[in-house]
C-alpha cells in the first residue's frame, strides 16, 4: 500500500501588529507536532504570516506593503524552511506575495510548496479571487479584488518524493473547476488553505449553513475526483472578525478522515491510503473510459 501522512495545522487567530517571528515560531511548533505525529506533508492556512487585511480599507502604502512577503522565503520566514529540512516534512503555506518589476509591483494571493529538504518546489497563485475593489453597502468587506490579482499560474502540480500535490486557496475550494483541472493535472493530493468570515452582512439566511458550505464542495470535490483533500483554516476571532475552523483531511471517497474542534492552532494527522485512489476510480470515475470532453465544451467557454 502507498501511504503518505498528511497534517492540517489550523491556526487560532492572527491579530494586527503580530510580529513575523512570533507567527513563524506558532507555525514551527505546529511542524513539530505534524512531524511527530508521522506526517511527511502539512498545509497551512491561506495568507498564513498575517492577519486576514482584506477585511479592511488600507490606504496607507506602507502599512498595506507591511502584510505581503517581499519574496519567498526570506529572512523573516526562512526558519520554517531549515525546520521542515530538520524534521523531515514538507508544507505548502498561504502568504501575500509582493513582486516589484522596476516601478511595478504585482501582487497575489500565492500558496508556497516546500518538500522535506527544505526546499521551495513551486507556487500556486490564487484564481478565484473573490470580494471587491472598493467597500459595497450592505456587504462584508472583503477586498480581495482591490489587493491581488487573478493567478496566472494555473492549476500546477508538484512531484513529491514520488506523490502528486496540487494547491488551492479559499474560494477556489468552492468551484468544481479547481478540483477538476487538479485532477486532469494528475494530482492525487490537494492541499488548500482558507480565511473564511462566519457572518456575511450580504447573506444572513446563510449564516447556519457556513461550515456546511466548507465541507461540501471539498467532500464533493475529493469524491467526484478522487482526490484526497487537506484543508487548513485560520480560525476564532481575528481583529474583531469570527473566522470559522473546520480544517479536515477528506479521503477519495468523500469520507471525512479527520476534522479540526477547536478555533485555535492544532494539528490534525491522518495517515492517507494512495490506493484509495485508484479503488475509487474502479468503481465509478475511470475517467479514460468514461469521460464526455466532446460534450463539455461549454464548460470552457466565458
Ligand atoms: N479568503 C476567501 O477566499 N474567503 C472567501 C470569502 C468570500 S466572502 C466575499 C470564501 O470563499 O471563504
Not at 205 to 233: D, E, I, S
Request: some cysteine.
Amino acid at each position: 500500500t502507498r501511504r503518505i501522512g498528511l497534517a492540517a495545522c489550523q491556526m487560532g487567530p492572527v491579530q494586527s501588529g503580530t510580529s513575523r517571528a512570533e507567527v513563524v515560531g506558532r507555525l514551527i511548533a505546529m511542524l513539530e507536532r505534524a512531524a511527530a505525529g508521522g506526517a511527511a506533508l502539512a498545509v497551512f492556512p491561506e495568507l498564513a504570516f498575517s492577519t486576514f487585511f482584506p477585511r479592511s480599507e488600507i490606504a496607507d502604502e506602507t502599512l498595506l506593503d507591511s502584510f505581503y512577503e517581499d519574496g519567498f522565503p526570506n529572512v523573516e520566514t526562512a526558519p520554517l524552511l531549515y525546520a521542515a529540512r530538520r524534521l523531515n516534512i514538507g508544507f505548502a503555506i498561504g502568504f501575500a506575495e509582493l513582486i516589484r518589476d522596476g516601478g511595478e509591483a504585482r501582487r497575489f494571493n500565492s500558496m508556497a510548496l516546500v518538500d522535506r529538504s527544505g526546499t521551495l518546489r513551486g507556487l500556486y497563485r490564487k484564481i478565484h479571487v473573490p470580494g471587491s475593489e472598493a467597500p459595497e453597502p450592505g456587504v462584508t468587506v472583503h477586498l480581495e479584488r482591490r489587493y491581488f490579482a487573478p493567478g496566472d499560474l494555473g492549476f500546477p502540480v508538484f512531484d513529491l518524493d514520488g506523490v502528486r500535490v496540487g494547491l488551492a486557496l479559499c474560494n477556489d475550494r468552492r468551484w468544481p473547476e479547481t478540483y477538476r483541472m487538479l485532477c486532469l493535472n494528475g494530482a492525487e493530493v490537494v492541499l488548500i488553505g482558507y480565511n473564511t468570515p462566519l457572518y456575511l452582512d450580504e447573506a444572513p439566511a446563510l449564516a447556519h449553513l457556513r461550515m456546511f458550505h466548507n465541507h461540501l464542495p471539498m467532500q464533493a470535490g475529493a469524491y467526484q475526483n478522487t482526490l484526497w483533500v487537506a484543508a487548513a483554516a485560520k480560525a476564532g476571532l481575528e481583529d474583531g472578525q469570527a473566522l470559522i475552523g473546520g480544517s479536515c483531511i477528506i479521503a477519495p471517497s468523500g469520507e471525512m478522515a479527520a476534522l479540526a474542534i477547536s478555533l485555535q492552532d492544532e494539528v490534525i494527522v491522518h495517515c492517507a491510503d494512495l490506493d484509495l485512489i485508484a479503488a475509487c476510480r474502479r468503481v465509478n470515475f475511470d475517467f479514460a473510459r468514461y469521460r464526455r470532453p466532446d460534450q463539455y465544451r461549454r464548460i470552457a467557454e466565458a
